[in-house]
């Protein structure tokens, strides 16, 4: 039920624009944070990866934005999902141009070293390419499949819809960004340090691992977030697909 009465404009809700927020604010903090790769010692050995695990320190920010997707998918529809991942899409050029443009801007004297910067920030050109590319693929493909699990299942278990849309588009994503930020970029095209072969493939295994554990960690807050808003019905706007 609306409640926008007749002169008033509409608000947008509240939870919306939260989950909004918190899918920009990961996505710029994986586009900044990515050209780090973190290390880890395990008390066990992973497949490839061995007992350390390797991954970009975008990991935790980009899985944060799967968690988004979902929960806006399932209050506000496919429709509105896709438009908000591919605003999302757009805004990787607007944070590509504004990195360059200050890289390229003339240095204060009280300015930190120019070099240090651009080494620092440049890094995230091959993150940003390779990110515009796996991200479009991946967050599309997590929109639809969710949806389309919405619908096989009659609007019933929120858990695997969840847990199976982010585990194959999560899958989808790495092997793509991980493949092209740090291998072929790098390789071919000079843009970001060049990794071994091994190094690639345990940044692989490494970041799935970890999304692949919050895919099944945020399951339960995916419920309290969905849950909670349906319960309230304060949104303004229908709520569901």
Avoid at 77 to 104: D, E, P
Avoid at 107 to 114: E, Y
């Amino acid at each position: 039920m609306s409640n926008v009465t007749a002169g008033q404009r509409p608000t947008l809700p509240a939870v919306a624009v939260a989950l909004a927020a918190l899918f920009v604010t990961a996505l710029v903090t994986a586009q900044v944070t990515a050209a780090k790769v973190l290390s880890f010692d395990l008390p066990f050995a992973l497949p490839v990866a061995g007992a350390e695990l390797a991954l970009p320190g975008a990991a935790l920010a980009y899985a944060l934005t799967f968690f988004a997707t979902d929960c806006y998918t399932e209050l506000y529809g496919k429709r509105a999902a896709q438009v908000l991942v591919n605003v999302g899409f757009v805004m990787n050029f607007l944070v590509l141009a504004l990195i360059w443009s200050t890289i390229l801007a003339p240095a204060a004297p009280s300015s930190i070293d120019p070099a240090a910067f651009r080494t620092v920030l440049g890094a995230s050109t091959n993150i940003v390419a390779a990110s515009l590319f796996a991200y479009v693929i991946s967050q599309n493909y997590d929109v639809v499949v969710f949806h389309y699990l919405a619908d096989l299942t009659d609007g019933d278990h929120l858990w695997l819809r969840n847990i199976v849309s982010t585990g194959t588009s999560q899958a989808i994503d790495t092997v793509i960004f991980v493949g092209i930020a740090f291998w072929i970029l790098p390789q071919y095209a000079g843009l970001g340090p060049e990794l071994p072969g091994s190094v690639v493939l345990s940044l692989i295994v490494g970041q799935y691992a970890l999304k692949l554990l919050i895919a099944l960690v945020d399951t339960p807050f995916v419920y309290l977030v969905v849950g909670g808003v349906r319960r309230a019905d304060t949104s303004g706007i229908a709520v569901g697909r």
